[in-house]
């Protein structure tokens, strides 16, 4: 590793609210790999889900105002660990690389932007820019024996033109990290498939059928446990799950996992410090398996 | 010299937006120009009667046509020219219409840019000398590269047509794609029933000579009168002594070699004979799985062989063919599957090839003619057709159609009722496309006899259940989602230009389409020509082709040689380089930029000076920008010509 890894970071609404237990991980994470996070000071909404289907303008403007002050800290990349606020500084910063678009938005602007920060997901600079094996030289608690299905959701890596990191049909960066962790994973095959999102509202039988088939495919490979990126997806698969087993008639009981939560415990971080608590379905039992592979195989 | 001036209208193709009577008018004026019109067609009869008559009534002894471009006309008229007595090369063209009247709308712009054209033309005619072309003998034998089925029926119908034949294949067996196939669509008959016999022929035939497991390497000369050096690869085994008897490939503990002819479907021998059919049908051995080859030990194959044949320490030969034309024949390779991460091809073993479906349904397969899907080798009851896995997709760099996958896929969901009759088939399709005669009946017959279940709507995953496939995808008729359980996945995978296609154009000279596909002459009008003389086309190579076009297109090249060897000899172009021996200083600059070799040295008077071979001089120019003398020329684009052009353009 040459240099120190220096990001500014982004935490997104859902990081300082549902999904705090990410922002935990993450930030624990970072800092037991040397990872050195600068918080966007000031930092706004990107505008989430609805804002770009109202108005891709203003939508931009949301990001590309997070993107200026990033300009103003004097840093180059800014990491968010919320692929739905990845995507959205991501689309911003394409669109503001056509000259009269830029103009609109920055009209709108205090200050205007001017194009210079990539956005990235912490997921990808952990994989390209620290590696995997750094991570698996930093291991203390090899999560041996716990089988893990590696759940991307529909937006980590799509559209591929925009996120422009790993396979946008089979991404392995997760799976990868997850096996120097000393996990078993198992091939999850619906990995990228929609978890029905924010339709939780609106539509939420849709919800209960698309993360129901999520978690059958799930039990289906055998997995105990599956690990997100994405805080929507952990919300829809753990939050709802009681709710998913009432509408499918199914007895899921299956803890799922922000990807940087695993990592921390296998880091040596303690659970409180990678907030376990947080989680609806309780992971004990899986944790408690984790170390005693010869155990769970006979089973 | 007295110029005559002919501005065609072209229809409204160049009417439409240049002043064709104004540019006749305005040409008169311009020196040595004696007479000038426009007309409507400068190419048809009346077109062409009118030049003639201008030329005797007018005296006229160089004529300019203000219209297309050279390459559709300028023989059309060199001939008119001909024919009123002059000499064909004091003409020239003014191309005003895909250099002006498509390219431009301002009618006013493009008036003056047709003058321009006009006035650099006449006055490169004053410049023009008469040339004269010299006659030269043909070597009346033919080269076939690629022995699929439009390589062999090229092959067949020059030998029959009684030209010696010289047949060259990169495989250790001609048969290519087709020989792969089960059956064959509309008729479902053995495709190697009615192929193996024109196999046969080949191998019989006293007028072919077939070098199979043997590539192109250097192609040299010219029209009437090639060199092709061959590579005769080395298949470890004397094929003069094989007899082709089998023992060895039965004997051979080494079983675990890459299979090609089955599509990697199962695996084979080392030393192998691709199938029963093969021609020749000689033994090879794949040296990267002989144990004898690899670590020394073994050699099970020379003790058993009767004939003494194996020789393990064989290396590549070459061979020079000398033949009068070459017909290109090198197909086509199927698109990489793989490329479909959501489709699981090259993930899950039951999603397969189209082709790899093909070998399974044949006999002589590696299943031995049963459907068994790859994973645990049951019969499959619900097959599902992918259709367009690399045809009609931007996204993966193939956006045209690769015509046949419709047709085989309904062929293939026929057979599989046949295999297998209480199987249902599946087919998501974009659009049927089946052009043929008796084609759409074919794929109706399939929906409606054979009861396979057609859905229009582009699969988005495949992902494994169980022991099954999972196969979601839209259903754009009935406006909703469908997922199909299977036992079996086949990818309609698409064709792309065959490997190394690229390699062997350059090698040939001719040229190849963005996607690799060898350029025809003419769309219409040249389909099996090349832009080099005496290269012809035939079958995929060209462009995805189902059989019966391969084999009219393998009649047709055919034919082109043929009328190519009736004449005992050909007329050379005389638009080659000329070395002013006077002013030549010797210093053999021309000699090392020329690409074709046209130019050597020789001993004039005790000085050195450079000579230009005429047959092989393909009059690039090169040599005459290089030249510090300005001593080599070629003829009819000399500097001075070229010098009036600029000349008049810039008005010096």
Redesign the interface.
Known sequence: MSGTLNYAYYPGCSGTGTSMEYDMSTRAVCSVLGIKLSDVPDWSCCGSTPAHTVDHTLSSALSARNLSLVEDMGMETTITPCPSCLTNLKTSGKRMEKEDFREKVNKLLDKPYNGTVATKSVLQILVEDLGVEAIREKVVKPLEGLKVAAYYGCIMNRPPEVMEFD????PMSMDNIMEALGADVVPF??KV?CCGASFGIPRKDLVMKLSGKLLD?AE?IGAQAIVTACPLCQMNLDLRQGQINMATGSHHKIPVFYYTQLMGLALGLTEKEVGMGKLCVSPKAVLKAIGRKEKTSAK | MRIGVFVCHCGSNIEGTVDTAKVAETSKDFPGVAFATDTMYACSEPGQEGIINAIKEHDLDGVVVASCTPRMHEPTFRRTLERAGLNRYLFEMANIREHVSWIGRDREANTNKAIDLVRMAAAKLLNDQPLESKQFSINKRVMIIGGGVAGIQAALDCADGGLEVVLVEKTTTIGGKMAKLDKTFPTVDCSSCILGPRMVDIAQHPNITLYAASEVEEVGGYVGNFDVKIKKKATYVNWDACTGCGLCTEKCPSKKADDPFNEELGKTTAINIPFPQAIPKKAAINPDFCMKIQKGKCGVCAKICPSNAIDYEQKDEFVTESVGAIVAATGFDLFDWTVY??YGGG?YPDVITSLQYERMLSASGPTGGHVKRPSDGKEPKNVVFIQCVGSRDKSVGRPYCSGFCCMYTAKQAILTKDHIPDSQSYVFYMDIRSPGKMYDEFTRRAQEEYGARYVRGRVS?V????ENLMVRGADTLMGGQVEVEADLVVLAVGAEAAKGASGLAEKLRISYDSYGFYMEGHPKLKPVETNTAGVYLAGSCQGPKDIPSSVAQGSAAAAKVLGLFSKDQLASDPQISQVNIKRCIGCGKCISTCPFGAIKEIDFRGMKKAEVIETVCQGCGICTSTCPQGAIQLQHFTDNQILAEVNAVCRF
Do not use: S, T, V
């Open positions: 396979d946008p049909e089979h095959p619906l498939e495919a289906d | 991460g959501e993930k995953m992902y494994p259940k169980g």
